[in-house]
């Protein structure tokens, strides 16, 4: 089941480990490579692989021992991982959960997600913190089938491209529009990477239309709803202008809310930039205040992008501040019924601190 394997950073760093070799040909494609993120979540680990705001990275995990309560359906935030592979210490092939349905391991192989483990992640995640997050490769290099050597390994790691300029939201978003939820608000729902548990709350107060992210602003409005949401998603915001101008046709129009890309996709529409963090928020544990109380509260994160302090054309209120680095975590626009945070309400992996917002949502739809 595992065969010796390595790990190399486009900048040349190597680390040894062990791939997954679940399935005869496995490796038949060549080596996994994307750009290499790390995660600090300690649970949710299938929250995470399954999240399609991971399209084009490899996911590491600082925690030792992954897999430990197996997987089961309900905890599938898409409908398929879009991850490119996931790098652990050690991975837990015999689960002890109630809940599971099967391992980890026999999870990843039955959706073709490559893995591997032994890699010393303290190394690798010190390594991401002081160059910033950048594209790797691995595979096995037992000179067995699909067999890389580290020379190739290297070549594979910088022939990827980063996460900078790309519309990854196109091969996550769906193919067509569904109903999700039967609350008395009806709310259309962009699928810039949704996760459901994202629709578990939505779908608490109002009908949800989830439509494609291709959608028009007027084909939205057809709609008649009484809220427009804008999920969470992968890649640079920067490079989805037709879904920057969407929104800013919508403002004003219907009250909006936007989660981590919708946030990003937000702050645009209002005039706003945005930049790449040097590794990104991908956590469990992010202490963010609330801005108007000074409440603390502790959030899941999972973005690479942030929005540019001062760079709004129109007023707004800064509502959300990371503890950690000061990143805006969230703001309300002042002449429009419209808000938005970086960080996940949904807790699909995290704390439930922030799940008032989908609260709020209705509120403002029920005042407009």
């Given at each position: ?25 496995a490796w ?8 290499v993120v ?16 991971y399209a ?12 430990n309560?197996g ?32 391992s ?10 490559p893995?591997i ?13 002081e ?59 962009y ?12 779908g ?19 709609l ?6 804008l999920?969470?998603?992968?890649g ?41 963090l ?6 469990g ?79 403002l739809?029920?005042?407009?």
């Amino acid at each position: 089941m595992w065969r010796e394997g390595l790990l190399v950073l486009a900048d040349g760093s190597v680390f040894e480990g062990e791939v997954l070799d679940a399935a005869p040909g496995a490796w038949a494609a060549g080596p996994a490579s994307g750009e290499v993120v790390f995660n600090t979540v300690m649970a949710g680990y299938q929250e995470v692989i399954t999240d399609p705001s991971y399209a084009g990275q490899v996911v590491a995990f600082t925690y030792p021992h992954i897999g430990n309560y197996g997987a089961a359906p309900y905890d599938d935030e898409s409908r398929r991982p879009f991850c490119r592979g996931i790098v652990v210490r050690e991975l837990t092939l015999q689960p002890s959960n109630w809940r599971a349905a099967e391992s980890l391991a026999t999870f990843l192989a039955r959706h073709g997600v490559p893995a591997i483990a032994g890699v010393d992640t303290r190394r690798l995640t010190r390594q991401i913190r002081e160059a910033g997050a950048m594209p790797g490769a691995f595979g096995p290099v037992d000179g067995g089938e699909g067999s890389s050597g580290e020379a190739a390994l290297l070549e594979a790691a910088r022939a990827e491209l980063p996460t900078d300029g790309r519309d990854l939201v196109s091969e996550v978003t769906c193919s067509s529009s569904y109903t999700y939820g039967d609350g008395p608000l009806r709310v259309v729902a962009y699928d810039l990477g949704i996760k459901r548990n994202i629709l578990r709350n939505l779908g608490a107060v109002a009908t949800v239309t989830v439509v494609p992210a291709s959608t028009t602003a007027a084909e939205a409005l057809d709609l008649a709803p009484d809220g427009v949401f804008l999920s969470n998603g992968p890649g640079d915001p920067a490079a989805l202008p037709g879904v920057t101008s969407c929104v800013r046709e919508l403002l004003g129009k219907v009250p909006v809310f936007g989660i981590c890309l919708g946030h990003q996709l937000m702050a645009q529409a209002l005039g706003a930039s945005t930049y790449k963090l040097a590794f990104g928020h991908h956590g469990g544990n992010h202490p963010v205040k609330r801005v108007a109380s000074g409440k603390v509260e502790i959030t899941s994160q999972n973005h690479n992008y942030a929005v540019e302090p001062g760079t709004f054309d129109d007023k707004v209120e800064i509502t959300h501040v990371n503890l950690n680095d000061g990143v805006i975590e969230g703001f309300t626009a002042a002449a429009v019924p419209a808000f938005s945070v970086q960080y996940h309400p949904e807790a699909g992996p995290g704390p439930h601190d922030a799940r008032y917002l989908f609260g709020e949502f209705a509120d403002l739809m029920r005042r407009a």
